[in-house]
């Protein structure tokens, strides 16, 4: 069962639900109620459909968000994994996210469409998502990336925190160590260098969206 601790400043979580039989990603929503996430009276046709068919589990994927980092997380994960209504994914959600129990203005829907039509996602990225989600948070440099993705989609100025907290976060900034031998180095970077190990490979090792083969790990 899926445990919720939200505080009260930010009080929102992302969750979704998982088919049991193909273990496919069917629903992504958000909240502030703990036990929306389990509720099952209040959902769409195409959601009660597949209940019917199937046992499924209920996974948080973040928590204590604002409204607004909340709805930016729904709506990279509605547009990533695609919605059934538009033959575009696996998801029985009606709309591109974002909403969060509150009714958007049509501008604001306009908007979400065109992002959502905007990205292609292959079955493959999809996987390659649902994979590396699987019962692990996002970092706080991920949320702040899909955050500034969103923001510069709108066209909206990043504020000159938002660019502190992304260079506070980067993983650039990170110190790796060597866990068999306890030495600590300044970067990722510096550790490709010396070991000749690609950076970017060696990047998701360190960030777990493929498993590390290395004995190294972020600080």
Same mark, same amino acid.
């Given at each position: 069962?899926? +445990? $919720?601790?939200?505080?009260? @400043? ?40 597949? $209940? ?8 948080? $994927? ?57 990205? @292609? ?55 790796? +160590? ?5 030495? @600590? ?11 000749? +190990? ?22």
């Amino acid at each position: 069962m899926a +445990i $919720i601790e939200c505080n009260s @400043i930010n009080p929102y979580y992302v969750y979704r639900h998982r088919r049991l039989d193909t273990f496919e990603i069917f629903y992504v929503g958000i909240s502030k109620v703990k036990s929306r996430c389990r509720n099952r009276s209040t959902r769409n046709k195409i959601w009660k459909d597949i $209940i019917n068919k199937t046992k499924y589990s209920v996974e948080i $994927i973040q928590e204590n968000l604002s409204h607004s980092d909340a709805c930016e997380l729904e709506i990279f994960l509605v547009q990533s994994y695609g919605r059934i209504n538009l033959n575009t994914g696996t998801l029985s959600n009606l709309t591109d996210g974002g909403e969060g129990g509150l009714s958007p203005s049509k501008e604001r829907r306009e908007e979400l469409s065109k992002q959502s039509k905007e990205r @292609i996602w292959t079955k493959e990225s999809r996987k390659k998502l649902s994979d590396s989600r699987l019962n692990k948070p996002l970092s706080e440099y991920q949320l702040l990336k899909i955050r500034e993705a969103s923001l510069k989609r709108r066209g909206v100025k990043l504020s000159e925190e938002h660019k502190l907290k992304m260079s506070k976060n980067s993983y650039a900034a990170k110190k790796v +160590i060597d866990t068999n031998t306890g030495i @600590i180095y300044n970067s990722a970077t510096e550790v490709s260098k010396i070991f000749l +190990i690609n950076q970017n490979t060696l990047r998701c090792y360190l960030i777990g969206t493929r498993t590390n083969k290395t004995t190294f790990k972020y600080i």
